[in-house]
């Protein structure tokens, strides 16, 4: 999704597998054409595939999500604390 426009230019239904990701960031990589900004989840899978379809050409992060180990609730999801950035790659100077 673009940040500015929230413009969605691509979109996958499928498995959350190697193919289907590998599918997906191919699509994402043939309609941009400049650098761009990519920021995942921790999917294992993602740094591999935007290597492979984006070279050197973007600035790639993986963003964690840390919740509370408290309980908020019988049925409620735990509650949001922070997350935490790992640079995978960024432009080389």
């Known amino acids: 999704m673009d940040a500015d ?5 691509s979109w996958s239904a499928g498995g959350r597998d190697t193919k289907t990701g590998m599918d997906f ?17 921790g999917f ?10 984006f070279g050197e050409d973007v600035d790639f992060a993986v ?3 840390i919740f ?3 309980p ?3 049925y409620s999801p735990p509650r949001f ?3 935490a950035a790992l640079h995978a790659f960024v ?3």
Do not use: C, W
């Open 5 to 9: 426009s929230r413009l969605v230019f």
């Open 25 to 41: 960031v191919a699509d994402v990589a043939s309609r941009l054409k400049n650098r761009v900004q990519i920021t995942s989840d």
């Open 44 to 53: 294992r899978f993602y740094p591999v595939a935007i290597e492979e379809h």
């Open 63 to 65: 963003l964690t999500k």
């Open 68 to 70: 509370s180990r408290e």
């Open 72 to 74: 908020t609730g019988k």
């Open 81 to 83: 604390v922070g997350a």
């Open 91 to 93: 432009e080389r100077v």
